[in-house]
């Protein structure tokens, strides 16, 4: 069973940065795929980044390419979303979650593609 604790999360103006971390035990992590999501309230949760086990390939959604970067060290058991020139639109909570088959196309973007969530952390941004 893959425990995943995300931390980091909190309020920032709009141009600011945010580094989340998401602490995974229990466990292959450095087999994992993993990612980050957010879910605005009333929307639906949506793919934010993706990296491979071995952290050689990433994905972004569209919408924070250039301006957030995903990362993992594998020796620590830890994946982290640097946010940077954030917006009052990227406002959400965050999760990590874990694609332990590794199967299908890269990235999965889709919810379902994910077997282990976080519980989620909080990112506000005001104007």
């Known amino acids: 069973q893959v425990q995943l604790v995300e931390s980091g999360g909190g309020l920032v103006q709009a141009g600011g940065s945010l580094r989340l971390s998401c602490a995974a035990s229990g466990g292959a992590f450095s087999s994992h795929r993993m990612a980050w999501f957010r879910q605005a309230p009333g929307m639906e949760r949506e793919f934010v980044a993706a990296?491979?086990?071995?952290?050689?390939?990433?994905g972004y959604a569209d919408s924070v390419k250039g301006r957030f970067t995903i990362s993992r060290d594998n020796a620590k058991n830890t994946l982290t979303l640097q946010m940077n020139s954030l917006k009052p639109e990227d406002s959400a909570i965050y999760y990590c979650?874990?694609?332990?088959?590794?199967?299908?196309?890269?990235?999965?973007?889709?919810?379902?593609?994910?077997?282990?969530w976080g519980q989620g952390t909080q990112v506000t941004v005001s104007s």
């Open positions: 979650a874990a694609d332990v088959d590794r199967s299908g196309p890269f990235p999965p973007t889709q919810f379902s593609a994910y077997d282990y």
């Open positions: 990296i491979t086990s071995s952290g050689l390939r990433t």
